[in-house]
């Protein structure tokens, strides 16, 4: 599967931006999808992701509720509604993808095959 991600731009702070990861291929739906990020000088960091299938979802701990992950395997697109944004949210935003992943290494990035080529998001104060 291919991944390109969009949607990144410059934001005020206290603003939103939704960023779409969006797939070509066969078969998405059996695909747990994931946001990662990494700012300037920082390791890079799970996000969030959404399960195959049922489509669970999960979240980083400094989420808080501010981030909302969905798919629509029609179009193959995930999306990653971002609110409340801060100027910490800075970062490159990647989408990557992992067929039939397993519940308990949704947040490892080793786990995912597929990476997309990342869209930044800027957060001025």
């Known amino acids: 599967v291919q991944l390109q991600a969009s949607g990144g731009g410059l934001v005020q702070a206290g603003g939103s931006r939704r960023l779409s990861c969006s797939a070509s291929?066969?078969?998405?739906?059996?695909?747990?999808v994931a946001w990662f990020r990494q700012a300037p000088g920082k390791e890079r960091e799970f996000v969030s992701a959404?399960?195959?299938?049922?489509?669970?979802?999960y979240y980083g701990d400094f989420v808080k509720g501010r981030f909302t992950i969905s798919r629509d395997n029609d179009k193959k697109t995930v999306y990653l509604q971002m609110n409340s944004l801060q100027p910490e949210d800075t970062a490159v935003y990647y989408c990557?993808?992992?067929?039939?992943?397993?519940?308990?290494?949704?947040?490892?990035?080793?786990?995912?095959?597929?990476w997309g080529q990342g869209t930044l998001v800027t957060v001025s104060s």
């Open positions: 990557a993808a992992a067929s039939f992943l397993h519940d308990d290494y949704y947040n490892a990035d080793r786990y995912y095959s597929f």
């Open positions: 291929g066969r078969a998405f739906i059996n695909y747990t």
């Open positions: 959404v399960k195959y299938g049922v489509g669970t979802t």
